[in-house]
């Protein structure tokens, strides 16, 4: 079974862009997360969808938006790109919410 | 709040050397905890985990115990491989898809 798959793999962007992150969640999967791990850091929480309806959000500004489509999977949105947005993107899907999550391999986001 | 504290890394050790990666949080209630493994160009794998107190969570030559009184979760192994060289990765969750996570500890091991 195909595995959480996420495009781009990698994304150079300017300051002051936009940037639209996708992720398929395994089959069958509910619900999406999306995660952001700066170099060196842990992942943070930013969102979870279920059932296509936001579940949770993290401490994050509104310039990152998300939503899940019918058939689960997801995009994140960035607005108004920051150097500091730079980081792994990690999305993470799980059968139910509260189920044990399967991550993907993460887009890389370069912003210059 | 809610948080989850790692040992700095790196750790490196030769291999066959016991490994400790130690882990604490701050936690209201009882969360469950974790331990995620990624390795070099692959997204986080989940490793183990132990929903309550006292309860000790196991997988490929990994133990880790959920010991409430001390509030850690401290990875153990007792033989390590140069395959388990990654990044080690604490985190505690109360049931939801919000998991919080410590800062990483790489693990380097050598032959």
Known sequence: ???????????????????????????????????QQVLGQGPQFIFQYYEKEERGRGNFPDRFSARQFPNYSS?????????????????????????????????????? | GNSVTQMEGPVTLSEEAFLTINCTYTATGYPSLFWYVQYPGEGLQLLLKATKADDKGSNKGFEATYRKETTSFHLEKGSVQVSDSAVYFCALSYNTDKLIFGTGTRLQVFP
């Open chain 1, 75 to 112: 995009e994140l949105n960035v607005n108004a790109l920051l150097l500091g947005d730079s980081a792994l993107y990690l999305c993470a899907s799980s059968p139910l919410a509260g189920d044990q999550q399967y991550f993907g391999p993460g887009t890389r986001l370069t912003v210059t």
């Open chain 1, 1 to 35: 079974d195909a595995g959480v798959t996420q495009s781009p793999t990698h994304l150079i962007k300017t300051r002051g862009q936009h940037v639209t992150l996708r992720c398929s969640p395994i089959s069958g999967h509910k619900s999406v997360s999306w995660y």
